[in-house]
Nanobody, 126 residues
Framework: QVQLMESGGGSVQAGGSLRLSCTASGDIYIFNCMAWFRQAPGEERVGIAG????????YYADSVKGRFNISRDLAKNTVFLQTDSLITEDSAMYYC???????????????????WGQGTQVTVSS
């Protein structure tokens, strides 16, 4: 089974940027789509950005549209999340997820993904 590993989290001041990476232990072409989710303490895990692995089409939650950018590097088996103009409300554990088999339909629902990484923490201070 292909494993996902996130990196790139850290602490940053409001207005700053971070680039998160999600590297798979194998070929990401086995996935139809991959996405980033985040979960703050006491809150549900929510999807924020997704990408179709084959065609590279992207989709975003309204909360991050225009500030975050998801991309993929097939040669490196890696999906990135560039986070800009960070605000304190962006503080959360960020998770990478992938779906193998079936359609993605631009979904950012937790139930739509069947592989998960362990997460990387992002903390934004004012």
């Amino acid at each position: 089974q292909v494993q996902l590993m996130e990196s790139g989290g850290g602490s940053v001041q409001a207005g700053g940027s971070l680039r998160l990476s999600c590297t798979a232990s194998g070929d990401i072409y086995i996935f139809n789509c991959m996405a980033w989710f985040r979960q703050a303490p006491g809150e549900e895990r929510v999807g924020i950005a997704g990408i179709y692995i084959g065609g590279g089409v992207t989709y975003y939650a309204d909360s991050v549209k225009g500030r975050f950018n998801i991309s993929r590097d097939l040669a490196k088996n890696t999906v990135f999340l560039q986070t800009d103009s960070l605000i304190t409300e962006d503080s959360a554990m960020y998770y990478c997820a992938a779906r193998a088999g079936g359609g993605c339909y631009g979904s950012l629902q937790v139930e739509g993904y069947n592989s998960w990484g362990q997460g990387t923490q992002v903390t934004v201070s004012s």
